[in-house]
């Protein structure tokens, strides 16, 4: 709000001149816009599974900076409160967890960045000698490639290019496996360089990438509720219930000026299907198929079936729906330490199915 010392204004009308007074305060010119930016634009994904936008340029150990694995539902466990300044700190609480089934991912590339005016770019790839057959359903089979030489002081990040095994996992329907990139951090060039290569062509399992008591960022998709009016979309307040025509949507477009309607003003249309990350998630606990009855219900996870690959829990909800591929990635906004003394007393293993 801009404050303004009394003035007048005086207007010349002929032989009487009309004084107008000005009051102490004047309209403030703009405020502050509502919403977060982050969520738009709010349309359709262009792919059921997340992509990994940006990486933690993070120092230490040569390792992976992201994984992935099938979201197979919720259950909750006892275990005992491991948060320090939480009021039931030390003490025995029900919690709910997510189950993600992570079965291995398999290295088929590693590929060599510079850096360019535009960011980085690809200037070397190396494929492994064999892959699977189901492989080349996503991707072209290449007749003869030869990867270019190139100089350690050109390189500037190293990536490796990793597939999933879905027909591995009975509880979805395809078969498919998804491709996409893996960051690998370290100290310096020639360690990610050799770590990477010395990868290439073998399987990855979760506890290369975290371990029990690690947060972790879990990118999805959400789960889409289609076509969707004001009020469900947005949480806009009903209209009064004697309005003219309808109480379910807003009631104005906007100002004359700037005259067409802006992107921030809450209109029907997508809800859900759209990409999310949240961040500093807690991986509780991680099982190898051969421990896959601690955590599978009877008659079965709800629109998923049976666990029978390594799996993790994960402390909370995570986005997407059963089914839906979710990717692990490094945190990036950690500020709470690990936890090393996770002790979980009781996993619920009752049916979800209902009476």
Same mark, same amino acid.
């Given at each position: 709000?801009?404050?303004? *010392?009394?003035?007048?204004?005086?207007?010349?009308?002929?032989?009487?001149? @009309?004084t107008?007074?000005? !009051?102490?305060?004047?309209? *403030?010119p703009? /405020?502050?816009?509502? %919403?977060?930016? %982050?969520y738009?634009?709010?349309?359709?994904?262009?792919?059921?599974h997340?992509?990994?936008?940006?990486?933690?340029?993070?120092?230490?150990?040569?390792?992976?900076?992201?994984?992935?694995?099938?979201?197979?539902?919720m259950? /909750?466990v006892?275990?005992?409160?491991?948060?320090?300044?939480?009021?039931?700190?030390g003490q025995?609480?029900?919690?709910?967890?997510?189950?993600?089934?992570?079965?291995?991912?398999k290295?088929?590339?590693? +590929?060599?960045?510079?850096?360019?005016?535009? !960011?980085?770019?690809?200037?070397?790839?190396k494929w492994?000698?064999?892959?699977?057959?189901?492989?080349?359903?996503?991707? *072209?089979r290449?007749?003869?490639? $030869?990867? *270019?030489e190139?100089?350690?002081?050109d390189v500037?990040?190293? +990536?490796?290019?990793?597939?999933?095994?879905?027909e591995?996992?009975?509880?979805?329907? $395809?078969?498919v496996?998804?491709f996409? #990139?893996?960051?690998?951090?370290?100290d310096?060039?020639?360690?990610?360089? $050799?770590?990477?290569?010395?990868?290439?062509?073998?399987e990855?399992?979760?506890?290369?990438?975290?371990?029990?008591?690690q947060?972790?960022?879990?990118?999805? @998709?959400?789960?889409?509720?289609?076509?969707?009016g004001h @009020?469900?979309?947005?949480?806009?307040?009903l209209?009064?219930?004697?309005?003219?025509? /309808?109480r379910?949507?807003?009631?104005?477009? %906007?100002?004359?000026?700037?005259?067409?309607?802006? #992107?921030?003003?809450?209109?029907?249309?997508?809800? !859900?299907?759209?990409?999310?990350t949240v /961040?500093?998630?807690?991986?509780?606990?991680?099982?190898?198929?051969?421990?896959a009855?601690q955590?599978?219900?009877k %008659?079965?996870?709800?629109?998923?079936?049976?666990?029978?690959?390594?799996?993790?829990?994960?402390?909370g909800s995570v986005?997407?729906?059963?089914?839906?591929?979710? $990717?692990?990635?490094?945190?990036?906004?950690?500020q709470?330490?690990?936890?090393?003394d996770?002790?979980?007393?009781?996993?619920?293993v009752e049916?979800?199915?209902?009476?």
């Open positions: 709000m801009l404050n303004a *010392t009394p003035c007048c204004l005086l207007v010349s009308g002929g032989k009487n001149d @009309v107008v007074q000005f !009051g102490e305060k004047m309209a *403030t703009h /405020h502050p816009r509502r %919403g977060s930016k %982050g738009y634009p709010r349309v359709r994904a262009k792919r059921d997340g992509y990994i936008r940006s990486w933690p340029e993070k120092e230490g150990k040569v390792r992976l900076q992201a994984f992935a694995g099938y979201k197979v539902g259950t /909750h006892e275990m005992v409160d491991y948060r320090k300044s939480s009021v039931t700190a025995n609480i029900f919690s709910a967890v997510t189950v993600v089934e992570v079965p291995p991912l290295v088929a590339a590693v +590929r060599y960045y510079a850096d360019d005016t535009e !960011g980085i770019r690809v200037i070397s790839e492994a000698d064999k892959l699977d057959d189901s492989v080349f359903e996503r991707i *072209t290449p007749k003869e490639f $030869k990867p *270019t190139i100089k350690i002081e500037s990040d190293v +990536r490796a290019l990793v597939y999933t095994s879905p591995s996992v009975t509880g979805i329907p $395809k078969k496996p998804e996409f #990139e893996v960051r690998i951090a370290g310096t060039v020639e360690e990610r360089i $050799k770590f990477a290569e010395s990868k290439l062509g073998s990855i399992r979760f506890n290369e990438f975290a371990k029990p008591g947060f972790v960022d879990v990118i999805g @998709v959400t789960k889409g509720k289609g076509f969707t @009020v469900e979309r947005f949480g806009v307040k209209l009064p219930k004697n309005n003219r025509k /309808h379910r949507m807003i009631g104005t477009l %906007g100002p004359w000026h700037p005259n067409f309607v802006r #992107e921030t003003v809450p209109q029907a249309g997508q809800m !859900g299907f759209q990409q999310r /961040h500093n998630i807690r991986v509780l606990k991680y099982g190898t198929s051969d421990e009855s955590i599978n219900v %008659g079965g996870h709800l629109s998923y079936g049976l666990v029978r690959n390594d799996f993790v829990l994960l402390h986005p997407g729906p059963s089914k839906r591929l979710i $990717k692990f990635r490094e945190t990036v906004r950690q709470t330490p690990d936890a090393s996770l002790k979980i007393t009781y996993i619920s049916s979800k199915q209902g009476d």
